[in-house]
């Protein structure tokens, strides 16, 4: 007969294959995210394509993430029958992991700053989650240990697992599914791809994945003001970098993560806080698409290099991503008062998307 201790271990087992075929059985219902492509002056030469993140079901780009971690803590055997799942997130990478939480039948604890918007707040408790919420950005770290150690849980830390828990090799990653996407366009392999950095997961597989397939294709980085990520990148990834907690939420970090690599990335841009804003308006003014601040940064980095290769003569694609929807934000960055209180004015950079529009140069 097998002893108790090995039984349990069986059905421990059990329960941690069940799990993953449960979580691969969600990828496997999922569509791909669309490929939307961006009208821009004819005469330009340039292609825009933003892939829409916010269709998954829990609503963002950090889907793909959430689904990966607890793939990845499953099969390290860290998260069995019961295991109260606890994450430091600003906000997406919570709501998706509450999702998979949910679907597995585990307690998820979210652990984020009280500045994190109220909208996703909802969301994270409506996937059946609880949130913990700490006064400063910097203090989420420590909270989510501690939750974690006290309730027998585990920690998911997304800002030291997200580079290494998704297959950068392909295995239907975003970077994979992007040029699968662009087969039969004017530009298969594109000039640039833009996203921005939160745990630095997503610019670390594509970063890998365009060396693995000896694409020619840069990546740009965008990164908030005040963030940590540029000037340690500049500093030839320097991990002592520092900044201040972002205002745009999902991306930026007062410091340097584990999970962000330098060495992938081909050029960073640094983005105001009130451009994200701008961008992220004209957006919905140019294709009536709503989306999170996050897609602002992107897309103002995306303007600086569209004007570039302009001014080059330089014809080929760019493709970036919309990470989240607007609908997250109806009382922050889509609230002029709310703007206003955190001396955030967008305007004068909606001018000069307006006059890049017309002139075809950035100014």
């Given at each position: 007969m097998e002893p108790d201790g090995g039984s349990r271990t069986s059905q421990q087992r059990q329960w941690v294959q069940r799990a993953i075929r449960t979580v691969q059985a969600e990828n496997n219902r999922s569509a791909d995210t669309h490929l939307y492509s961006v009208p821009l002056p004819e005469q330009w030469g340039v292609q825009l394509y933003l892939k829409d993140?916010?269709?998954?079901?829990?609503?963002?780009?950090?889907?793909?993430?959430?689904?990966?971690?607890?793939?990845f803590g499953l099969v390290n055997g860290w998260i069995h029958e019961g295991t109260t799942v606890v994450e430091a997130s600003s906000g997406s990478t919570a709501v998706s992991e509450a999702y998979f939480a949910q679907l597995l039948g585990l307690p998820f604890i979210a652990v984020m700053a009280k500045s994190t918007s109220p909208e996703k707040i909802a969301l994270i408790e409506q996937f059946g989650g609880s949130c913990l919420l700490v006064e400063h950005a910097s203090d989420v770290y420590a909270a989510a240990e501690g939750a974690a150690a006290s309730s027998g849980g585990h920690y998911m830390d997304q800002f030291t697992y997200a580079e290494r828990a998704t297959d950068w090799r392909g295995n239907n990653n975003i970077a994979e599914s992007i040029f699968e996407q662009l087969a039969l366009e004017e530009h298969p392999v594109?000039?640039?791809i833009v996203v921005g950095a939160g745990t630095g997961g997503t610019s670390a597989t594509i970063g890998r994945y365009l060396r693995y397939n000896c694409y020619s294709t840069r990546l740009a980085v965008v990164d908030p003001e005040n963030s940590a990520f540029y000037p340690g990148w500049l500093d030839g990834g320097s991990m002592a970098a520092t900044g201040q907690p972002s205002r745009i939420e999902g991306i930026g970090r007062p410091r340097m993560e584990p999970s962000f690599v330098p060495s992938v990335i081909d050029t960073m841009i640094q983005v105001p806080d009130a451009a994200s804003i701008a961008a992220m308006r004209h957006l919905y003014?140019?294709?009536?698409?709503?989306?999170?601040?996050?897609?602002g940064t992107n897309l103002w980095g995306v303007w600086h290099l569209v004007a570039d290769m302009v001014g080059k003569g330089q014809r080929g694609s760019i493709v970036s991503l919309m990470c989240d929807s607007g609908d997250r934000y109806k009382g922050s960055y889509y609230n002029d008062d709310w703007l206003?209180?955190?001396s955030l004015n967008p305007l004068p950079y909606e001018a000069q998307i307006a006059d890049f529009f017309s002139t075809g140069t950035w100014r």
């Open positions: 993140e916010s269709t998954h079901r829990s609503g963002s780009l950090k889907h793909r993430l959430a689904r990966s971690l607890f793939l594109p000039e640039w003014t140019l294709m009536n698409l709503h989306a999170g601040p996050s897609t206003s209180e955190r």
